[in-house]
């Protein structure tokens, strides 16, 4: 029986082809494998000594430079809340109704 270019079986015996996706898995295999190279790669630069004890200051002592810290509560403007003085943060009233005056 004579068969037709259009058919999809295969012979018997013969091995199935490799189509795209087949190409994408090898490319995934070989990153996975070269993601792992450099993670060891990394890894292997740290010491293996623990590293020292943080110092930590008292709590009434000044600030390295001598200076002290701002007290916390207040913001820029000297008003509790964020940046431009008013609560909510940096943005100030941008969300409030009516935008705060800011023209959109």
């Known amino acids: 029986m004579a068969r037709d270019r259009s058919s999809t079986a295969a012979e018997p015996g013969s091995k199935p082809r490799s189509d795209a996706y087949t ?3 090898l490319i995934s295999l070989i990153a996975q494998i070269a993601g792992a190279v450099f993670l060891y790669l990394d890894w292997s630069q740290y010491d293996d000594k ?3 004890a943080p110092t930590v200051q008292a709590k009434g002592s000044p600030a390295p430079g001598g200076k002290q ?3 916390p509560g ?3 403007q000297g008003m509790p809340g964020g940046q431009m003085g ?3 943060g940096q943005m100030g009233m941008m969300g409030m109704p009516g935008g705060g005056g800011i023209a959109k």
């Open 74 to 76: 207040g913001g820029q």
């Open 86 to 88: 008013m609560p909510g």
């Open 69 to 71: 810290p701002p007290p």
């Open 50 to 52: 623990k590293p020292p």
């Open 23 to 25: 190409g994408i898995l």
